[in-house]
């Protein structure tokens, strides 16, 4: 029977994608229901209120899944150029790449004898993939798909947007103030709970981070807000 090598569980393996989630979910809550508190602070009708915000969903998810786009492809292209660069090295001069290789495990603790031992094997296996991930520091092979990056991107910022949206869909304006700020919070609260638990991280602080940022961002909005509908309206 066959055994995993690592049966730990380890939490840095879901950095990436667990990093897109909690920012796409965090910038679509805090985001849309920021501009939402403004709104609300400066007079907005509650029509008004419902298509700003179904607009700041929409156009959200668009924005963040383009950045997300651009950012991975911009990343893959950069890492794919690197790896033909030193493609291109191993071919002209493999000797000096070995003893690069060698110095690299030398500047880790080993003795130069083990140091080379160890370089000429992973060489013999897969140059490459040695040079890429000790020298350049590319721990696996280039998978990420920009597309499927973009669409996860766009989802996790509907998945926030949609609470604010929601709340000023079904209540009335004159209870939108305290609904929004709590129910933001709330939310926040949860996406930090939820982070916590996936990353095995402290709750209380991912917790606090979160809302503590909310915090901010909902009372900044209001008092612009409020400010502009005194002096505009």
Avoid at 27 to 38: R, V, W
Avoid at 108 to 114: T, W
Wanted: glycine share 10%.
């Amino acid at each position: 029977m066959s055994r995993s090598i690592h049966p730990e569980r380890h939490y840095s393996s879901r950095n990436n994608w667990l990093r897109a989630g909690v920012l796409g979910a965090n910038d679509g809550l805090i985001s849309t229901a920021s501009l939402l508190m403004g709104l609300v602070a400066g007079g907005t009708d509650g029509r008004t209120l419902v298509l700003s915000g179904i607009a700041a969903l929409v156009a959200g998810a668009v924005s963040m899944s383009a950045g997300e786009y651009v950012s991975v492809s911009s990343q893959s292209d950069t890492e794919r150029a690197d790896l033909a660069k030193e493609r291109q090295e191993l071919d002209r001069n493999p000797e000096a790449e070995l003893r690069e290789l060698t110095s690299i495990y030398e500047s880790r603790g080993l003795d130069h004898a083990l140091a080379r031992q160890v370089a000429e094997a992973l060489t013999r296996h897969d140059d490459l993939q040695a040079h890429a991930r000790d020298e350049i520091g590319l721990s696996e092979t280039i998978d990420t798909n920009p597309l499927q990056a973009a669409w996860a991107s766009a989802l996790a910022f509907i998945c926030g947007a949609i609470l604010p949206v929601l709340v000023v869909v079904v209540l009335p304006v004159y209870v939108m103030l305290p609904a929004l700020a709590s129910s933001t919070l709330a939310g926040l609260a949860g996406l930090g709970w939820l982070s916590a638990r996936l990353g095995g991280a402290p709750v209380g602080r991912a917790v606090a981070r979160l809302v503590g940022w909310g915090v901010i961002a909902l009372l900044a909005t209001y008092l612009v807000g409020d400010m502009a509908g005194s002096v505009f309206l």
